[in-house]
Nanobody
Framework: QVQLLESGGGLVQAGGSLRLSCAAS????????MAWFRQAPGKERDFIVAINMPDSITLYVDSMKARFTVSRDNAKSTVYLQMNNLEAEDTAVYYC?????????????????WGQGTQVTVSS
């Protein structure tokens, strides 16, 4: 069993920045993918970025690359999502997910574990 704990969400003004963290604990595999998704009210859960552990191979939604950056700490089984120049449209619950596989994907169904989510609210 793997547990994922997100942190770093909150309320921020448009144009501001946040850094989200996701720490994995429990029986993490030797190779895995961690990803960030978000879900706005009334919308589907959308992929943002995934990163493979320990190889740091990444998969981004192209439209996110200018403002969102993923990083990792392999020793801590932790990934980060640096979000800059936030817009009101970024308001959503942000979820961390883990896949017991070395291949990043953007499909919700491919991930095996999920965190509870952290709310990001951007005021315009």
């Amino acid at each position: 069993q793997v547990q994922l704990l997100e942190s770093g969400g909150g309320l921020v003004q448009a144009g501001g920045s946040l850094r989200l963290s996701c720490a994995a604990s429990g029986r993490t595999p030797s190779r895995y993918t961690m990803a960030w998704f978000r879900q706005a009210p009334g919308k589907e859960r959308d992929f943002i970025v995934a990163i493979n552990m320990p190889d740091s191979i990444t998969l981004y939604v192209d439209s996110m690359k200018a403002r969102f950056t993923v990083s990792r700490d392999n020793a801590k089984s932790t990934v980060y999502l640096q979000m800059n120049n936030l817009e009101a449209e970024d308001t959503a619950v942000y979820y961390c997910a883990l896949r017991n596989n070395g291949f990043p994907t953007q499909l919700v169904k491919d991930y095996d574990y999920w965190g509870q989510g952290t709310q990001v609210t951007v005021s315009s």
